[in-house]
C-alpha cells in the first residue's frame, strides 16, 4: 500500500513539472516620458513570433506580465511608441529616436547584436530589468 501511494505522489510530482506553465514579468526602465505605450514582441529560440504585447506607462517605467510560458528560451525586443503609429520611428540614416530595448539588454554599436544574444532561459517564473535606449 504505501509502495503503490508513493508511486502515484511521484508520477504526481513529474507530471506536474512537466506541465508547469511559467510568468515573466518585464520591468522596463529608463523611459523619458510617460507618452504613448510599450510595444513588445517575445519569440522563441526560433526566431518565431510568440506574443505581441503592449504595455502602459507610469512614472517614467512599463511592466508587461506573460503568463504561460512552458520552459525554454526566449527572446525579447520592445520600444517605445511615443507617438502612437505602432512603428519605431527613425533619422533617415536609420538611428532610433525613439526608446528601444533587447532582453539581457543586448546594445550593439551599430544595430542590435546577434539574436542569441538576446536568449534568456526560462525555468520558473522569472523577472527581468530592461532599460530603454535613446
Sequence with gaps: MIKTV???FTAFLVSFSTFSQSTIEIEITGLRNNTGVIML???DEQETVIRQEKGTISENKCTIIIK???PGKYAVRYFHDENLNGTLETTKTGKPTEGYGFSN???????????????????????LVLKTRY
Design 105 to 127: 539588454n543586448a546594445y550593439g554599436l551599430f544595430g542590435s547584436r546577434p539574436f542569441s544574444d538576446w536568449l534568456f532561459e526560462v525555468n520558473g517564473d522569472t523577472h
Design 68 to 70: 504561460d510560458l512552458k
Design 41 to 43: 514582441q517575445m519569440f
Design 6 to 8: 508513493f508511486i502515484l
